[in-house]
């Protein structure tokens, strides 16, 4: 399996940056696909999950509302992460991971990750 997250770039507060994270070597049925996040000198961090299964998505509380998770209909190995009313604190670089899965894993059970990508939200 691999992961290819795309779509980082610098915005200002307020605005939007739509992340996508293309997927290959899906071989199961299922798979649940995460989005972290790792800010300078922070620990990484949980932020949505997309399950296949059942096309069910969850959110950290800091982007609950903010953030959308989906597949891409078209390419269903194209999952993305539609980022509104950004705020400083958003700053980090993104990763996409995957594990084939029935519903959204806890962070450790993520098999296989992607590179990062970079969004900086300033003005």
């Known amino acids: 399996v691999q992961l290819q997250a795309s779509g980082g770039g610098t915005v200002q507060p307020g605005g939007s940056l739509r992340l996508s994270c293309a997927a290959s070597?899906?071989?199961?049925?299922?798979?649940?696909v995460g989005w972290f996040r790792q800010a300078p000198g922070k620990e990484r961090e949980w932020v949505s999950c997309?399950?296949?299964?059942?096309?069910?998505?969850?959110y950290a509380d800091s982007v609950k509302g903010r953030f959308t998770v989906s597949r891409d209909n078209a390419k269903n190995t194209l999952y993305l992460l539609q980022m509104n009313s950004l705020k400083p604190e958003d700053t980090a670089v993104y990763y996409c991971?995957?594990?084939?899965?029935?519903?959204?894993?806890?962070?450790?059970?993520?098999?296989?990750w992607g590179q990062g990508t970079l969004v900086t939200v300033s003005s």
């Open positions: 997309f399950s296949s299964s059942d096309g069910s998505t969850l």
């Open positions: 991971a995957a594990v084939p899965y029935y519903g959204c894993p806890l962070e450790y059970e993520y098999r296989y």
């Open positions: 070597g899906f071989t199961e049925d299922y798979y649940a």
